[in-house]
């Protein structure tokens, strides 16, 4: 009781499916919650491209501000390519059904298991970051960043298991406060060193220790490439928005990349222009802010902000990640319980899957951004490459009106993501991006596995034939007992309700109590027969597994029905001293054929 | 089979009841079993005396040898008081035993409590022991102790599991083989240093952080007590000697004493003589041995010796702890389960969770002995004093034939042990004796607990009224399904061979599958009713549930029998896959009155 309490406290009333409809998004909420984790990138990505060009010394530095500019393509690029994906799919256009839809089962399978993957990195990336916001202003936290971040972490699990819509007001007012305190900053900043306000800091010289090669600036590029992870959320989530679904999907697409792409480009040239350097314990952002506002009360808001934004960040892949896989489960590919929703109308099983994998990375990775990068954006762009496959493909085969515009459009996509991924995946791969790919395999095989086996279980349960299968006509009833109670009598006069022949079955594992329970059994059993079976091991288990497997044998057209006399405690934790024999007796039971359990329960008061 | 298989490889093929006879042991046998654990302390308990007296300097250190000589008293006096026990218990007298006799309930539980704890922890000692004498014959081990010692605790367990006389023929051969190789280091180190020829190191002068106090003193001693911890392991055992059981236990305990109070004064004394100081990393045994024989192949015959001795002496831990749960069992203290035979006539349970907490302790404290032995002795010096009151007791009340004499003897035993207990508890309490004392309050209420619910259960259970008590006249018979399949209609026909009304119950989730399930049913349902539940929370449980509370509330005078067909996958994996519905709903009811849960399976073939 006081379990389903705490659940309706923290979790709210369940919802019923006719609210289903009420649930639907906003622009401005679906703002807040699918784009959080794009714009949250901005606070990285700078910082990502710096720490790799530094290798080759400060020089090198320079670098920043044509990579940046290559993102900035991409986030065009992508922006472009996707409107048409959430316009052809208005029931929500992930890379698993768009490429499942047009380039065939691997390729949607391949693109699943990359999404799911960067789901879970998703939310670990972004809750490092947010801690890292938080402990470049606070250094004294440092210390528990792990420890913040699985507070950070189980905090966005509650608020997802509550449901979509109170999950988005919830998300939107940090998640606008944080992008207008961003904003601010871009924008002194940008006045203050356009109109020579700002003093340019010069940075320490750091010394190469790497030479400045173009694997170094294709490496640059690949970390930056986070920025655009979280792009592809909204082409997910279009059902969730309100009618017209598409329209309002694709507006929505547009605001995000604007956000994005002045928030991240305006962060990269003033990172270049006071002369940032990347620090263990302070992020870039910090680091500029501090030089922009001072330490001041608009410094601290604005780390606050960054943090809430990157924490809410993760919150969207609590709407991706739960979604897809419920697709998935429909389809077969994993469990069937992944497809079904909770109380509050969310996939629940989902989001606490989704939130137990991110902690364990952020437990394993010792909550440090720069240590998952490495695993990052694969994923993500290699569902990008799918997607807008599966896009050209779509045009190339169905037409349809302004087909070759259309298709001129997700090409240049499929081209750039696939030049993109080329370079993640080539750069990080002994970085750690191998993992990732060994991911997808084992992914891969596993959705097949699952699959097929529930293709194989409806073959054999389906009723093909028009003849019933036969199966046993009469059945024995026998009744294990160890002893005389009430519980023992109760499941005699249950089993007496029923026609069949039944007997109860002692063990005889000490002759003395043996024969007191017969004499009691005179008296209670009914008429019952009692049958004492020998009990040579010392185990009555074994004993009585004989006992059944010489019942089935001697009677091959019989059911043999275990009627279990179960004493239930009062209290959860007094089954352990109760029915450790029945539970044995049941796991062994079960795998028989013919024999069918039946537990007749006897509950105690206290 | 592959489980069943690796089971009776490691641990042998079943016993019958009527091979326990067989199982009892000579005396060689019973002394390598039953008195390593004593014998062995004598590796650790004078390097313990000297860590704490070098808190006050070298010239501190003299005071090893007066305090040796009050443990050696106190191992005469425990040999005297404890063979009157074995006398007056031939069915085995340990401490609870003696107390419930003749203390009453409370002394004895808290002996049995004190007595738990200290077998773990001689499990954990032994064990971190053993593994220091082989870290400090191969230094380059010493990195891996903790992981050396899990292998180790392993390997005790599973030859514990074959049963009791096997393990005695294993362990008898390195027992003595140790004990012999600790003899002839004592004996030559005495030889040479009574006719000089042994060279007397002057060891580094240690500089005193503490003043040489009285406390400081009592605490020396105190570590010193770990000497005699074990001694009481053989009046525990009685049962196990071959008869005339008291007898030869008796005389076993003589022999004990003799090797334990020669090879412990022979150590203190060679240690004091060449100035033999403790260091991290190795022993002063080790030490000892080193200046006896030189670091060559008697001295590696030696430490591999000691190391057996330690490792196996864990092993009489292993027949103490399980017997003794077993008692606790039968009276009702502990589960039930901790009272039954495995199939090798040991006490599995017991032993398996002994093993657990032992390296759960090693892990914990890192493998070092030395943290370990502040928490070691108290418990068992708890239970000596609780033994040897009661024995006095006994005395007092019972009289008996000398019964004086046998006062006095027990009476010195119970004065002595009580002072040791107190300088015990008092100089290693802040030190960790505090959470020894904790968890027997723990233990001590948890015992009260169990004692007091199976109490409650068997008075709820038990047929003290001659008519029986009055329970439902008819049955319900309801069948949950969520589609029409092979595994359905089976249930359907098992259902049938019963007497009583049967319908088929479907949570109507969606509109379509409904009506399609409606007219297969038509089909294949052999007139059996379909009822169609709505379903406004999307929750098929809760839905199914609500139905058959409104079942339970129409008919109070009826079973409710529910009948689920349950797909049976072929490979444990696939459990995930299925059955996860079945599973809760079971869960659900198994807590309401008047159902009757009844499984039937349908097992699939890949």
């Known amino acids: 009781m006081t379990v389903m309490f705490l659940k309706r406290w923290l979790l709210g009333d369940p919802l019923k499916s006719a609210q289903a409809g009420h649930e639907r998004l906003s622009k401005t909420l679906a703002l807040a919650i699918f784009s959080s984790n794009a714009i949250s990138s901005v606070a990285y990505a700078t910082e990502e491209i710096l720490l790799v060009l530094v290798l080759a010394g400060t ?33 929500g256009g992930g890379a698993y059904i768009v490429a499942r839809n047009n380039l065939g089962e691997l390729p949607a399978l391949i693109a699943a298991a990359a999404l799911m993957i960067d789901y879970v990195l998703t939310v670990a990336v972004s809750v490092a970051a947010g801690i890292a916001a938080l402990t470049s202003a606070v250094p004294s936290l440092f210390a528990y960043r792990v420890a913040l971040g699985l507070v950070a972490s189980l905090f966005i699990i509650v608020m997802n298991l509550r449901g979509v819509r109170e999950s988005g007001k919830f998300f939107a007012v940090p998640t606008y406060f944080s992008i207008g305190a961003l904003g ?61 679904e598409s329209q309002n999907a694709s507006t929505t697409m547009i605001y995000m990349s604007l956000i994005l792409a002045a928030l991240f480009m305006g962060i990269s040239f003033l990172a270049y222009h006071y002369g940032v350097m990347p620090k263990t314990d302070e992020t870039v952002v910090s680091q500029l802010a501090r030089f922009i506002f001072g330490t001041g009360p608009l410094y601290y808001a604005l780390q606050i902000g960054t943090m809430l934004l990157l924490i809410l960040a993760a919150n969207s892949a609590f709407a991706g990640f739960p979604h897809l896989a419920s697709i ?36 394993l990775f010792r909550g440090d951004t720069h240590a998952l990068i490495p695993l ?74 699952i699959r097929s086996h529930y293709k194989a279980v409806s073959e054999q349960i389906a009723l093909t034939r028009d003849h019933r299968p036969p199966i046993p006509r009469r ?86 029905t275990v009627v279990i006399p179960e004493i239930l405690p009062a209290r959860w934790w007094q089954n352990i001293l109760h029915n450790q024999r029945a539970l044995r007796l049941k796991a062994a039971l079960l795998f028989k054929d013919r024999i069918i359990l039946t537990d007749v329960p006897f509950h105690l008061k206290r």
Request: net charge positive; proline share 3%; with cysteine.
């Open 376 to 449: 990052y954006a694969v994923g993500v762009f290699i569902s990008f490459t799918f997607s807008q496959a599966g896009m050209v493909r779509r045009w190339l085969t169905g037409k349809g009106p302004h087909w070759r515009k259309k298709l001129i459009v997700n090409g240049v996509g499929a081209v750039t993501t696939g030049i993109a991924t080329i370079i993640i995946a080539s750069t990080k791969f002994t970085h750690g991006a191998w993992i990732v790919f060994l991911l997808i395999l084992v992914l891969v095989w596993m959705f097949r596995s």
């Open 328 to 363: 998935l489960a429909r389809d077969g590919y994993m469990p069937r319980q992944m497809g079904t929703f909770g109380d509050r109308l969310v996939f629940s099983n989902g989001i606490v899957i989704l939130g137990f994998l991110a902690c364990f990375l952020l437990i």
């Open 475 to 560: 059945n024995i009833v026998i009744i294990p007992i160890s002893g005389v109670d009430q519980a023992v009598i109760r499941a005699v006069d249950y089993a007496r309700t029923r026609a069949g022949e039944i007997r109860a079955v002692l063990v005889d594992v000490d002759p003395e109590s043996t024969a007191r329970i017969q004499t009691q059994w005179a008296q209670w059993g009914c008429g019952v027969q009692l049958t004492v079976v020998p009990c040579p091991y010392r185990s009555v288990l074994r004993s009585l597994l004989d006992h059944v497997e010489e019942l089935l044998q001697k009677n091959q057209d019989h059911w043999v």
């Open 184 to 244: 601010v900053m871009v924008g002194i900043g940008s006045f203050q060193a356009l109109f020579g306000q700002g003093v340019s800091v010069s940075p320490d010289q750091q010394t190469a220790v790497e030479e400045l090669t173009l694997f170094l600036i294709l490496r640059s590029f690949a970390a930056g490439c986070s920025a655009v992870t979280g792009m592809e959320v909204i082409s997910n989530g279009v059902k969730a928005f309100r009618r017209p």
């Open 59 to 91: 020089a090198a530095v320079a670098w920043s501000i044509p990579i940046s500019f290559a993102i900035l393509f991409l986030i065009v690029v992508l922006t472009i390519s996707y409107r048409q994906i959430v316009h052809e799919y208005p029931e």
